[in-house]
């Protein structure tokens, strides 16, 4: 089989049959790393190579496990004992290396097994699973969590998915997560059996799913945040939420909400012990406060956030590099909630806005109705522009209104030439020079603008 240069992570959690049963599980938490020591871990990677990376975000790891109680680790490796010869691989090549123990006794442990480690051989992945089932010794109140990092799918023509059936049949519940850096997700069809797919391009984006994965691991109460619609329904998705505690205010976790691959909200794993407040970060934000888990058991927190969007378009114009910006505040409100640039398009709540184009002059509109899952279009139309050239001293720019004088512009006193986009309409300028201390010298130039025409005066 082909061997694809690709990193993925499993984290398979194994629960015995008392929390099959929907008991609560007080007991040890025992992870088993499977590290990847094939020849394929040598192939460079960004700035470095797969298996320097790998080793690096190993120690961290379990820099980072140091010290918890109630924690037990150990790790296999596979691929590292027999060197790939042609036409001939080592399929039996996966070992124990470090035996379960508590964190604080293995740690360092595995951080020297993984530093002393030369990849050479190949990825017998579906054997190392089954062999895995043995490195548990019995305990009746465990959790069992397997982590595999590997750079390549099944090497050796065995078949993951009956490997998953062989230790759910032992009481050992897989469920993994898969990252892979560069993904192409066409070929892991064999392992839609036994668990979900994450990805990661590169290096930070790797070290952050490892760490979800961690607190996965360690943290078995679960939770998933709808973000209903109108109808209540957790259809709105792909906006960030902020997770604080609730007492006092520490950021816990940040995350970009996400549908998964069923269409329903991604499942977190947090630790109940805490109280959270939730902030998702629509316009305007949406805040969910006192939000208290049970341990063990699956938590679903809704939130109302009903999502339409404002588009804002100049006619004539779709460079999103106009210059011109629109305020939106919610009708009736003096605090700013959004500045967007015209010619794109937003996502708000669904709710009534007043909107303050930044043109020359502005122009506003009250009440815009933003409406479930539809596009609310504000189009303006195309501004023409003047270029002004004068000698020293005040002018004004007006728009000419029923019959009323609506300033719009002071001129640069110290500038002879000034370029302006305005919109169309009738204006006038309203001009004395310097060299004049009378208020008959007073000049009044009117003229009409159109879209797209320019205009040039000399005052």
Not at 213 to 238: D, F, G, H, R, Y
Not at 249 to 273: A, C, E, I, V, W
């Amino acid at each position: 089989m082909i061997k694809y240069f690709k990193i993925f992570i499993f984290l398979c959690l194994g629960f015995f049959s008392s929390i099959m049963l929907g008991q609560e599980n007080d007991g040890k938490i025992r992870i088993l790393f499977i590290f990847d020591g094939s020849n394929s871990m040598n192939a460079q990677w960004e700035k470095s190579s797969k298996i320097a990376i790998a080793k690096r975000l190993m120690t961290q790891t379990m820099d980072s496990l140091r010290g918890l109680e109630n924690v037990e680790l150990a790790l296999r490796i596979y691929g590292h004992q027999s060197k790939i010869l042609p036409g001939k691989q080592d399929c039996s090549d996966t070992k124990l290396e470090v035996p379960f123990a508590s964190a604080n006794d293995n740690y360092q442990k595995i951080i020297n097994e993984i530093r002393r480690l030369e990849p050479k051989g190949t990825t017998p992945i579906a054997r190392s699973l089954e062999y895995s089932a043995e490195d548990f010794p019995p305990c009746d109140d465990c959790r069992n969590i397997i982590i595999l990092i590997t750079d390549g799918i099944e090497a050796c023509d065995e078949d993951p998915c009956a490997v998953a059936i062989a230790l759910k049949e032992k009481n050992i519940k897989l469920k993994p997560f898969v990252i892979g850096l560069g993904l192409d997700t066409s070929y892991l069809s064999q392992f839609e059996c036994v668990g979900e797919f994450l990805s990661a391009e590169n290096e930070d984006a790797f070290k952050s799913v490892l760490k979800f994965v961690i607190s996965q691991a360690l943290n078995n109460t679960t939770a998933q945040i709808n973000l209903n619609n109108i109808n209540n329904l957790p259809k709105e998705t792909n906006l960030s939420m902020s997770l604080y505690n609730s007492y006092n205010g520490k950021l816990m976790h940040t995350y970009m909400h996400t549908l998964n691959r069923f269409q329903n909200p991604d499942t977190l794993s947090l630790d109940p012990l805490y109280t959270y407040k939730v902030v998702v970060h629509s316009v305007p934000e949406v805040v969910l406060d006192s939000i208290k888990l049970i341990p063990g058991k699956h938590t679903v927190i809704n939130i109302k956030s009903p999502l339409g969007k404002l588009n804002l378009r100049i006619s004539g114009n779709d460079n999103p590099y106009n210059g011109i910006n629109c305020i939106v505040k919610s009708t009736n409100q003096n605090s700013i909630l959004n500045v967007q640039k015209m010619n794109t398009n937003k996502q708000y709540l669904v709710g009534s806005y007043d909107l303050e184009v930044l043109s020359i002059p502005r122009i506003k509109f009250k009440d815009v109705k933003i409406n479930q899952s539809k596009m609310t279009d504000i189009v303006i139309p195309l501004y023409g522009s003047i270029q002004v050239n004068k000698s020293d001293g005040p002018a004004a720019l007006f728009l000419k209104d029923k019959g009323k004088n609506i300033w719009v512009y002071d001129f640069n006193e110290e500038r002879s030439i000034e370029n302006l986009n305005i919109q169309p309409g009738n204006y006038f300028i309203c001009f004395r020079s310097n060299r004049s201390n009378s208020i008959a010298h007073t000049i009044l130039k009117d003229f009409k603008i159109t879209s797209a025409q320019n205009i040039n005066f000399k005052l």
